[in-house]
């Protein structure tokens, strides 16, 4: 089992930046798979971006990237988003996740995939 607790969220003009963070608990964090999605007032929730155990392989929504980079420190038990030239329609609470094991490239992107998942963080971006 892995606990996850996001952070970092907030208020922030368009074009600025946020990093969020997701610490998790346990002795076996390396062994997860990771992943990030955010859920907007009235929509469904939506994968962002997400990450292999070993870092080595990343993942984004073609909606963020090239703005938004995901990252993992095993050795802190942490995974990051940094994002970038934030745009009104990222406005969202961002939600770190984590699984086992995702068997194939396809799974990632599918939030019923993952076991564990944070409480949330809110990210306001201002028009």
């Known amino acids: 089992q892995v606990q996850l607790v996001e952070s970092g969220g907030g208020l922030v003009p368009a074009g600025g930046s946020l990093m969020l963070s997701c610490a998790a608990s346990?002795?076996?964090?390396?062994?997860?798979?990771m992943g990030w999605f955010r859920q907007a007032p009235g929509k469904e929730r939506e994968f962002v971006a997400a990450?292999?155990?070993?870092?080595?392989?990343?993942y984004y929504a073609d909606s963020v990237k090239g703005r938004f980079t995901i990252s993992r420190d095993n050795a802190k038990n942490t995974v990051s988003l940094q994002m970038n030239s934030l745009k009104h329609e990222d406005t969202a609470i961002y939600y770190c996740?984590?699984?086992?094991?995702?068997?194939?490239?396809?799974?990632?992107?599918?939030?019923?995939?993952?076991?564990?998942w944070g409480q949330g963080t809110q990210v306001t971006v201002s028009s």
């Open positions: 996740a984590a699984d086992r094991n995702l068997a194939y490239s396809s799974t990632y992107y599918l939030a019923h995939e993952y076991e564990y």
């Open positions: 990450i292999t155990r070993s870092g080595r392989t990343t």
């Open positions: 346990g002795r076996t964090f390396s062994s997860y798979c």
